[in-house]
């Protein structure tokens, strides 16, 4: 497997540059580690917000999902209705998004959505540090853990795609265990038990602290109390909110379906599943998680078996491909766990370490060589502005990574983000002729769908969301073939297309720019004044 080989020479090269780095002695105060502390926080906050305003105005988010947080804000903000999105009933258990929808009265603008999201990820940061400064008050681990997070490629691939309200996960768990730091355990039982309002998934991560927690004497109450809210969670979700209160089922319970209808279908889902774990592509994934934190979540088994690996696990046992790969938004709860658990882990290894009385070398070689594997998976393998539906555990493609804070380093990628944005604009320009009636329908192409959430009333193309219904005769048929992320069978696409071409109710707008556009001839009076531009007759 390619990545693999990748990871290996990367590693063999890190820890051949901690070596020569060992001879160096730089140390900081602590007034400059806070100072560091701070700017980085700064950075990267500035840096994905930037590029997430430059993704809203280059139409590369989508409708999935950025549309979605999008319009279900506006939605409860207008009083349009609590947890409705422009598809209809939003389906997942996200209540705590709602405290946000006061910010779309203040300004109706989908730019609180990068807002949002680049502010939760940095600033959780500074918790993280100082949990960890609690058991290291001395020495570089609470820098460099903290950077570790910050640097992780999966954390610029939640950064980066779409909206997801899976980015305050880090907040309320980085949260919890400074309050377990501290001994405040009703407090760290809060945050975490709280955790499953930001998004259903989450319960997995509550159990499994349950469980760790459970290792513990004078904790194990604690263990089963999380054990209980994430069973409590679960069966509220399931039994209650969605087909009491909803009416409707959690189908994405469906990705995770091991039980069958006999015993022995049953079993062989289990033998399946585990047949699965053993494929390399999935080895892959889980160097992927640990090799950013220089595999140190391995070093405490407790941590790394009852806390980060049934938070992976779920995802690997997925059916589906983009979850068991972590594509997008499916690292989320990995995020945050991974460097709590390598915060433990590098507590185990200062035990041993301190058996072994190694040299103040030989402890600077370990520090460089992490640092220097940090920041080599970084620059490889951050996720870039353009980056949709990718992954760098299988077949990396270096033609299109290299990136500083998801800044990509080659002049060529810069060309082809300009590209875009111009591109973005020729559509904008091209659609603000087209008329918008009271009542008006769309059925959207993803990338360009969430441009028209404030225009009518829109639905996806050529598939539908779950739960939406398709108006037989929709006023626009919206495409963009200059900004078009090819992820299935193109099939229903060229039929309805070559139907919409047929119909005498529709005329067509074929743009140069690649803008495609199937509208209702009703819409366009030939005598009415203000008609539109020559190129849209």
């Not at 060992?22 to 140390?27: A, E, Q, T, Y």
């Not at 970084?378 to 077949?395: K, Q």
Request: hydrophobic letters at 50%; aromatic letters at 14%.
């Amino acid at each position: 497997m390619l990545y693999l080989g990748y990871i290996l020479l990367i590693t063999i090269a890190a820890a051949a540059a901690g070596r020569g780095a060992s001879r160096s002695r730089l140390s900081l105060t602590a007034k400059s580690e806070t100072l560091l502390l701070r700017w980085m926080v700064l950075l990267f906050f500035l840096s994905y917000f930037i590029l997430g305003l430059y993704k809203i105005e280059a139409m590369q988010v989508g409708n999935w999902d950025f549309g979605i947080y999008d319009s279900m804000l506006r939605n409860a903000a207008s009083g349009n209705g609590l947890m409705l999105d422009y598809r209809g009933r939003f389906d997942h258990f996200s209540p705590i998004m709602m405290l946000f929808a006061p910010l779309y009265l203040l300004r109706d603008s989908p730019i609180w959505l990068p807002l949002i999201q680049s502010a939760a990820l940095a600033f959780a940061a500074p918790l993280l540090y100082r949990t960890a400064k609690r058991y290291f008050r001395t020495g570089p681990v609470p820098l460099l853990l903290t950077a570790m997070y910050l640097f992780n490629p999966y954390y610029s691939r939640l950064a980066l795609y779409d909206f997801h309200a899976e980015c305050l996960f880090p907040l309320f768990l980085f949260a919890a265990f400074y309050c377990y730091s501290r001994k405040r355990m009703p407090y760290f039982f809060l945050f975490l038990a709280l955790s499953p309002l930001i998004k259903e998934d989450f319960v997995i991560p509550v159990a499994a602290a349950g469980l760790w927690l459970m290792t513990q004497k004078r904790k194990r109450l604690w263990g089963a109390a999380a054990i209980a809210a994430a069973a409590f969670w679960t069966l509220f979700v399931l039994k209650i909110y969605y087909p009491l209160l909803l009416g409707e089922n959690y189908w994405h319970y469906g990705r995770y379906a091991l039980l069958a209808p006999t015993f022995t279908q049953t079993l062989m889902n289990i033998f399946n599943m585990v047949d699965g774990l053993w494929n390399i592509y999935l080895l892959g994934v889980a160097v992927s998680v640990l090799v950013p934190f220089a595999f140190l979540p391995a070093g405490n088994w407790k941590m790394c078996l009852l806390f980060w690996l049934p938070t992976l696990g779920i995802q690997l046992v997925s059916k589906n491909i983009h979850q068991q790969l972590l594509f997008s938004h499916y690292s989320s709860a990995l995020i945050a766990v991974t460097p709590v658990a390598a915060l433990w882990g590098a507590r185990t290894l200062r035990a041993l370490l301190r058996r072994r009385k190694p040299s103040r070398r030989q402890q600077r070689a370990g520090i460089a060589s992490a640092a220097i594997l940090m920041l080599a998976v970084h620059l490889l393998f951050c996720a870039l502005p353009l980056t949709r539906y990718a992954n760098y555990t299988v077949e990396p493609d270096f033609s299109y990574s290299g990136g500083l804070l998801s800044l990509p380093l080659r002049p060529a990628y810069w060309q082809e983000m300009t590209r875009l944005l111009l591109h973005a604009d020729e559509v904008r320009a091209v659609t603000d002729l087209l008329p918008y009636p009271p009542g008006t329908t769309m059925i959207c192409q993803n990338e360009v769908g969430p441009a028209f959430l404030r225009r009518g009333t829109v639905y996806d193309f050529p598939e539908l969301s779950a739960g939406q219904t398709r108006p037989d005769r929709a006023d626009y048929f919206i495409l963009d073939r200059g900004n078009y992320h090819n992820n299935g069978d193109l099939t229903a696409v060229n039929r309805l297309l070559s139907q919409l071409a047929e119909d005498p109710e529709y005329r067509v707008i074929n743009h140069p720019s690649g803008l495609l556009i199937f509208a209702r001839r009703k819409l366009f009076p030939e005598e009415a004044p203000g008609s539109p531009a020559p190129f849209l007759r």
